[in-house]
């Protein structure tokens, strides 16, 4: 019996000594910290249009995904009242130039030639009525009549200048007056065509040929054609730990299980007080081959 329980007990030593015990090794390293930001893909200079003037969209001259260039028109609003507006100051501007009034001004002018042919025939009449005074011929009341007689022309003459004069001004100032009610017209005209503001692509009709648009609500939305970049929202716990220049790892969901690579390019100094949050911007370094507006994002700032 004692030699059995002496056989058992050398059996389970052997085998507790067997057995290996699992160890692990430390590796000395940087701890890598990051901040959580979410956000949306936009394209770079993206803005929405808003029309300048209320109305109903009469045509829409471009499609979503058009490139269109700066000052080029895409939605014409009705303005039947402003094109006529127009019409009737282009004509009042026609008929107010100076060009178009010769004829008043050839009036005048004829009236000033034949009031300087009344004075000078009037001054060589008084001139010859002195020099008979002198000679003791004649009367004083034909002197003086001749005296009033000239001076009564050379009164003629003046007013008749004068005439001419405030006559040209009043038709210059009727001519560009006309020229600027006409320039006012055509600017008000214009205010029904709304244009892209620059060079890109169009990216999104809000508004359909027939529905009523106002300056308070946008008609599409616009962007720089190629041109891509992050708007990540960082919490205002967490972005005095963000700076410009740190690299962002981030996930698309259009490109799941992908990971693309950004960088910090700007920090929007103003808090959402709403949300609570900040705007960070950042340009991609590896970008995916096909982007779109308001794609969302989950990135982390490293």
Not at 84 to 101: D, F, Q
Not at 116 to 137: F, P, T, Y
Not at 273 to 291: D, H, I, N
Request: with cysteine; glycine share 4%; proline share 3%.
């Amino acid at each position: 019996m004692k030699y059995l329980l002496f056989l058992f007990l050398i059996i389970a030593i052997s085998s507790s000594c067997s057995l290996k015990q699992e160890t692990t090794t430390p590796v000395a390293g940087n701890i890598s910290e990051s901040v959580y930001a979410s956000g949306v893909v936009k394209s770079k200079n993206q803005y929405q249009l808003f029309p300048k003037v209320s109305g109903v969209v009469q045509r829409v001259l471009v499609t979503e995904g058009d490139v269109v260039k700066a000052g080029q028109t895409l939605m014409e609003i009705e303005s039947e009242q402003a094109q006529l507006s127009a019409e009737n100051a282009r004509i009042a501007a026609e008929y107010s130039k100076v060009g178009a009034n010769t004829e008043k001004l050839s009036e005048v002018q004829a009236t000033i030639n034949l009031s300087r042919k009344a004075m000078q025939n009037d001054s060589v009449l008084l001139v010859r009525q002195r020099n008979l005074w002198k000679q003791n011929i004649g009367t004083r009341v034909e002197l003086e009549q001749r005296e009033l007689a000239y001076q009564n022309s050379k009164t003629n003459f003046k007013s008749a200048l004068l005439r001419y004069r405030d006559l040209k001004k009043q038709l210059e100032f009727s001519a560009k007056q006309s020229q600027t009610n006409l320039q006012i017209s055509r600017s008000r005209a214009e205010d029904f065509k709304v244009k892209s503001e620059t060079d890109g692509r169009v990216y999104s009709i809000l508004r359909e040929q027939g529905e009523m648009v106002t300056p308070q609500s946008p008609v599409a939305v616009m962007g720089d054609a190629n041109g891509f970049l992050l708007e990540l929202q960082v919490d205002e716990y967490d972005i005095s730990r963000v700076k410009p220049g740190q690299k962002v790892l981030l996930h698309l969901d259009s490109y799941k299980d992908q990971v693309f690579e950004a960088v910090v390019a700007k920090i929007n100094p103003a808090m959402n007080q709403r949300t609570r949050s900040f705007t960070v911007e950042a340009t991609f370094v590896s970008a995916p081959p096909t982007l779109y507006p308001n794609l969302t994002t989950e990135a982390n700032i490293v």
